[in-house]
């Protein structure tokens, strides 16, 4: 995993993480954990500001670079992963956490 600067529309400079695989079958299996903490800093970032969406990560195949995003309109569904993921790993100071957050 490497980091990159994105320009946001509103002209922000944002450091996110780059996950590069050779197959994207890879990619949950070898970052899980570091897609959902990029997730969760995502939302954090989103709850303070008005922004519709927002950068997230990229993921490197071949060299062909994809930038996920979260968009505020079907945010729901990635409050429920994490919320899914953090407490299968126990954290339940973090499922707290993301349930206080503006979104």
């Not at 529309?9 to 050779?22: A, M, Y």
């Not at 890879?26 to 903490?37: F, G, V």
């Not at 922004?51 to 995003?69: H, K, Q, T, V, Y």
Request: glycine residues 2%.
């Amino acid at each position: 995993m490497r980091k990159k600067m994105h320009i946001t529309e509103s002209g922000r400079k944002l450091e996110i993480p780059v996950f590069e695989v050779k197959d994207p079958d890879d990619l949950y299996d070898k970052y899980r954990d570091e897609i959902y903490r990029a997730i969760l800093e995502c939302m954090t970032r989103m709850s303070s500001r008005s922004c519709s969406s927002w950068a997230c990560f990229a993921i490197e195949i071949n060299d062909e670079e994809l930038l996920f995003n979260l968009d505020r309109n079907n945010i729901q569904e990635q409050i429920g992963l994490c919320l899914q993921y953090y407490e299968s790993i126990e954290e339940y100071e973090t499922c707290a956490y993301i349930q206080t957050l503006n979104l």
